[in-house]
């Protein structure tokens, strides 16, 4: 199967060596690809020099942007399997086995990187963690199905959502609201236990006042797309091949 490695990436200079050198272990596996979202650091500049293909955009677009551009090419490359996995060197690629697996068996269409099943390694800043409960316990009210870990960015999905992300993704903080998108249309959805570590240079672009206003505003991105009407697999995909809409 062809399986590609998406990882955005903005301002990650510091980071980006170690995470392409960890991953230079699984190069006849997998491919990678990088979308550089306008950093103005040499992200880009790095990648390049360590031979892997970079997408620089010409703007920043933000993670979701950034996200989607890397599903457009997986998309467009006809990959079976695109796997998100992020340029501060959080996510551990050793455990992208594991994301796989179940898709490769046919067993999910969807799989997250859970580090809150084992509850092993970094668990996330403190603020942090209060947002992700707070989602789990909102697409638990509103889909009946628990997800330990719904903004965890380790994800890995099929051909058929590789489709759909590459038509129509969230722009800002998109781990939940897509999530809720997948439920709603009766994709299936996993989590396997992962260990992620923290980030060892930079800092997080999201502070307290920006945790704020991502809660209220994926809180009604999700609430609202939760009243939107079940439609089966087929039926989405008519739905994006019409109009490019939800």
Do not use: W
């Not at 695109?82 to 690629?93: E, F, R, V």
């Not at 994301?99 to 084992?118: A, C, N, Q």
């Not at 403190?126 to 994800?155: A, C, E, Q």
């Not at 809180?219 to 087929?234: E, G, H, P, Q, S």
């Amino acid at each position: 199967m062809k399986i590609l490695i998406i990882i955005p990436a903005y301002n990650e200079e510091k980071n980006i060596v170690s995470v392409l050198k960890e991953l230079e272990t699984y190069k006849d596996e997998y491919d990678v690809i990088v979308i550089n979202d306008k950093s103005i650091d040499k992200t880009s500049e790095i990648c390049k020099l360590k031979g892997v293909r970079v997408i620089d955009l010409p703007c920043n677009l933000g993670i979701g942007g950034a996200v989607q551009t890397g599903y457009k090419y997986a998309f467009q490359n006809d990959y079976d399997i695109a796997i998100q996995l992020d340029g501060d060197g959080q996510h551990i690629p050793r455990y992208i086995s594991m994301l796989v697996t179940p898709i490769i068996e046919e067993k999910s269409d969807f799989v997250i990187g859970s580090r809150y099943i084992d509850k092993v390694g970094f668990q996330s800043t403190f603020l942090r963690r209060i947002g992700i409960k707070y989602f789990s316990n909102l697409l638990k009210l509103l889909s009946k199905i628990k997800v330990t870990d719904p903004t965890s960015g380790f994800r890995a999905c099929n051909k058929e959502i590789i489709s759909l992300f590459a038509n129509m993704y969230p722009l800002d903080y998109p781990e939940p609201e897509s999530i809720m998108f997948l439920l709603r249309n009766n994709f299936s959805i996993t989590e396997v236990p992962v260990i992620m570590r923290e980030r060892s240079a930079g800092t997080s672009s999201i502070n307290i006042h920006k945790s704020i206003y991502y809660m209220i505003k994926v809180t009604f991105a999700v609430l609202i797309d939760r009243l939107r009407l079940k439609k089966n697999k087929a039926s989405v995909r008519m739905s994006l091949s019409n109009d490019n809409t939800y």
